[in-house]
DNA sequence: AACAACATTTAGATTTTTTTAAACGATCTG
DNA sequence: CAGATCGTTTAAAAAAATCTAAATGTTGTT
């Protein structure tokens, strides 16, 4: 092995580790940055054992998290003639990934946190309301949780807003 | 303690819970987001103690927690005369910890992925070099981590777009 | 149908992260 | 300066997440 395939191979192998710190630096694990760094770094499709071997990791986890990127149109599965294995690629194309990876995800976690506001605003409006007078500590809050929904339903809004969706 | 008021102190502690779970979510521990949502739900500064009563939790949990937060400025820090405890309070302008925690994270994040792209994409291209004629599959992968830190060019741009700051 | 070649599930082991109690250090008070 | 009151550090415990080996399920082949 030359130098220099010395130094890209070590190259490599920093750079999924990178990979793995990045994703779970974002609290997803550390498998899904390794594995699609393993096949963005691979010109063709691979399969479960070849990922497992490359990772050094057991073929169960490579299952497990080709599945979640999956789901995150991060990673493609492909099916190869005359072979029964499951193949699969990276997707190369980021801004596929971002939208219906990331931004779907915050989105669905800006409802429920939205569902929640929601909730405690109104209960805390209820209980201000039983107290007549002496209530202003629960009317602060309140006045606090509508301004934490307003902000709520803005940002809603600017990641539903076609022009922003476009930038993505 | 009226039906109104144990509804709210429900509906509080779960909507504490909701804030721990979010952060949670994102890779920053528990903590964070409990202490948040408690001191966003007190209308005057807490001390350490009254945080970590309130949570059920130690206070050695609360003193690292809510430094973290300062970083994010997520909480501020209240001197309140005559009494030599530190006081906390949330930050309310939500634009702010956006602005000074989210998205400050994200482009350095953004860009140690730079450099870790520039390395291997300079690794992959002198290994390619060694061998004129059969390294073809070096060389694509050579043009995919062009393309790769193409998009990182563009997404680093976006996000030190002063158009696209104001939005937050 | 029996076998072979896979992927997937799961219970338990391992590792990592989080949390805590106790020690420590700093600052104020009298 | 002695004692009291805090916040922080730290070493160890507890909890949680991750990973694996083995079992199970699935699909295709003869």
Redesign the pocket.
């Known amino acids: 092995m030359t130098e220099a395939e010395q130094a890209w191979t070590d190259a490599r192998w920093r750079f999924i580790e990178a990979g793995g710190r990045t994703t779970?630096s974002f609290g997803l694990?550390?498998?899904l940055g390794q594995i699609y760094t393993f096949l963005y770094l691979c010109d063709e499709p691979r399969?479960?054992?070849d990922i497992a071997e490359g990772l050094?990791?057991?073929?169960?986890?490579v299952?497990?998290g080709?599945?979640q990127l999956e789901g995150w149109l991060a990673v493609r599965k492909v099916w190869i003639k005359g072979d029964?294995?499951?193949f699969y690629e990276a997707e190369t194309d980021f801004g596929v990934i971002l939208r219906s990876g990331f931004l779907e995800s915050l989105t669905k976690k800006l409802n429920t946190a939205g569902e929640q506001l929601a909730q405690v605003e109104d209960s805390v409006k209820q209980a201000a309301a039983g107290k007549n007078g002496d209530g202003e500590h629960l009317r602060n809050i309140a006045r606090r949780l509508k301004d934490a929904r307003r902000f709520h339903g803005k940002l809603n809004g600017l990641l539903n807003n076609p022009i922003v969706k476009k930038l993505f």
Do not use: P
């Open positions: 779970q694990g550390r498998m399969c479960l054992d050094a990791v057991s073929k169960a986890s299952s497990i080709v599945r029964r294995k499951d």
